[in-house]
């Protein structure tokens, strides 16, 4: 009796949640080297499409120092069913290089989506930059500041959209004191290794790394949907300044905030029926890529 | 006791260089305007457990500071009577404005808002 009503709620739950796919194209090396993190899968819809479809470029989180492109939870079935090809891609580590270079990874890594895309019926000039935590604030970066890109040859023209899902790093001198202040009043210790460190140890590297920096009318940035979780200490806030940002230019912004989750189940639950920012990212496409 | 909670961090020089940084490229990071109304700026949600009022208080300043808005904070604390008084507190969808009055409640103090500045100061 329990075992069935066990399975029962398995099968439910099954039901509900897509399995994962593998990648029509795995590991394939974007930067013409052989560093694994440097790497880079493709999932391609099942049929060829008959015309280009959108691409979405995703990046991982792992706070700079970790994380993983086959990350990627519900992500590819969901988006390959919609028709788009997905892609995911690997970058160096934070503590192996500066920032500046996981930028130009970022960079190269969409260098080889651009030329590769039509290869699985990707449309190279629509793409839809995303990414999760550390991933949503380069995603946001090289959406926002067009030198990475502009070394690799391409504008900011191929972007039809991003989406930042809950980041905390958008504006990193402000987000530093915050952290600084909630940590004081919580009486705990900075860390050893924190945003300080990881943004180059330097306020000036602080403010050019921060994507509030770069907004500018008039340059191809594309419209944005920030996602964030509503209960958390710092990305409510990042998300609206960047919002802020954007607007103040002209540019389409919209921060939205999701309820009952948490860092972890925002990203994972993208793609999952019924998940409110699984909806505001689809209203989201459809409206940029009609 | 005036407490400008000038941008700590942005003064913060650490001596973590790495080699391989680029020379810095002039950023013209925008900032934070002085709030119209320090009282109407609003947060999702706020909170603290056993902190200390003058720690509330840069809270309250860089949560605003990461919505884009600067609020000028000031204690006025000639005795130090206030800045050490330990307050919990967790609010959802509330303005500066609404959490003041908590605050000013639960620590017992005075104080206005008027435009940008947020004055602190015993009863």
Known sequence: ?290 | MRLAFALLALATSLAFAQTKEPATAPASLPKPVPAKDAAAVKFEHFELKDAKLVNVLQVIRAKAYNQGELIDMVLVDPKGELEGRLVSISLTNVTVGQLMKHLSLLADFKHTIKGATITVEPK
């Open chain 1, 1 to 290: 009796m329990f075992a069935s009503l066990l399975l029962t709620s398995l099968s439910l739950f099954a039901a509900d949640v897509p399995p994962a796919i593998a990648p029509t194209k795995a590991d394939v090396a974007y930067a013409g080297t052989t560093e694994f993190r440097q790497t880079l899968n493709v999932y391609a819809p099942a049929t060829k499409p008959a015309k280009p479809t959108p691409v979405i470029f995703w990046i991982h989180g792992g706070g700079w120092q970790g994380g993983e492109k086959t990350s990627v939870q519900l992500k590819p079935k969901f988006f390959t069913d919609l028709g788009y090809v997905f892609v995911s891609t690997n970058h160096r580590y934070v503590k192996a290089v500066p920032m500046n270079e996981i930028f130009a990874d970022i960079a190269k890594s969409l260098r080889w989506t651009h030329d590769h895309a039509a290869e699985f019926g990707g449309d190279p000039d629509r793409i839809v930059i995303m990414g999760h935590s550390s991933g949503a604030q380069l995603a946001a970066y090289l959406a926002i500041d067009e030198r990475p890109l502009k070394a690799e040859g391409l504008l900011l023209a191929m972007f039809k959209g991003c989406v930042p899902v809950d980041a905390d790093t958008f504006d990193i001198p402000a987000v530093i004191e915050l952290a600084t202040a909630n940590r004081k009043a919580a009486g705990k210790p900075e860390p050893k290794y924190g945003h300080r460190e990881i943004f180059g140890g330097k306020p000036e590297l602080w403010a050019d790394y921060s994507a509030v920096s770069h907004v500018a009318a008039g340059k191809g940035i594309p419209p944005f949907l920030i996602l964030y979780d509503s209960a958390s200490a710092l990305t409510p806030d990042q998300a609206k300044r960047l919002e802020g940002a954007l607007t103040s230019k002209g540019i389409s912004a919209k921060a939205f905030g999701a309820q009952n989750t948490n860092h972890g189940k925002i990203n994972a639950d993208l793609g999952l029926p019924n998940d409110p920012c699984t909806a505001e990212v689809l209203t989201f496409l459809r409206t940029i890529l009609k």
